[in-house]
């Protein structure tokens, strides 16, 4: 017999692997069944509905999004490299199996998810935001950045800019469509004084 807690962890790593790959609507229990190996029936003895799932999903990807933030600011006190670091947790799940950010992917399908999952993809966005405007507006501080728009504006554009080219990246197969928009985007933000040589 499986332990029960080893089998409810399996279903959800599968369950957030099918959102990331197809999308949440994509996928049902029987889905989750075969991927983990038991019975549908069996699914629902951890999880009642999809929607007690998903929202388990989103707060497990939010906790381990935040502990990668963590860990970013633990590493670095570079503005940039902190957001080069960040930008490159994108491009490590486009090649985790041409995955999608997984609030990226919910974003998507936002007007038919209940609402206690779209309250946590509502709160990712808000928490990833706060972060970036910390670190923007600590690199603008220390005269790294320059933007004429609020931090707010700013912090907003770049995770915009990583979901966006993260879609047409895996759309074209092409990683570099992901590194070079956020490139570009750091790059443009930069302050004259602090940029590399090209």
Not at 107 to 114: I, S, V
Not at 159 to 185: N, P, Q, V
Request: net charge positive.
């Amino acid at each position: 017999m499986k332990d029960p807690g080893t089998t409810r962890a399996a279903l959800l790593d599968v369950a957030q692997e099918l959102s990331q790959t197809r999308g949440l609507n994509a996928f049902s229990f029987k889905d989750l069944a075969k991927g983990v190996g038991i019975s549908t029936a069996s699914v629902h003895h951890h999880f009642a509905t999809k929607e007690d799932l998903a929202r388990e999903v989103m707060v497990g990807y939010r906790d381990t999004f935040r502990a990668a933030l963590e860990s970013i600011d633990g590493g670095t006190r570079s503005p940039r490299r902190k957001l080069e670091r960040f930008a490159g947790i994108f491009r490590g799940t486009l090649r985790d199996g041409n995955r999608l950010c997984l609030c990226g992917m919910l974003a998507t399908e936002y007007a038919t998810l209940p609402a206690s999952v779209k309250a946590e993809v509502r709160a990712f966005y808000n928490e990833v935001e706060d972060w970036l405007r910390q670190v923007l507006e600590s690199g603008h501080d220390a005269a790294v950045f320059t933007f004429d728009s609020p931090t707010t504006v700013v912090a907003r554009t770049f995770l915009s800019t990583l979901e966006g080219a993260m879609i047409a990246a895996r759309t074209f197969g092409d990683e570099r469509r992901l590194a070079s928009a956020a490139k570009w985007f750091l790059d443009s933000i930069e302050a004259r004084e602090h940029r590399r040589p090209s």
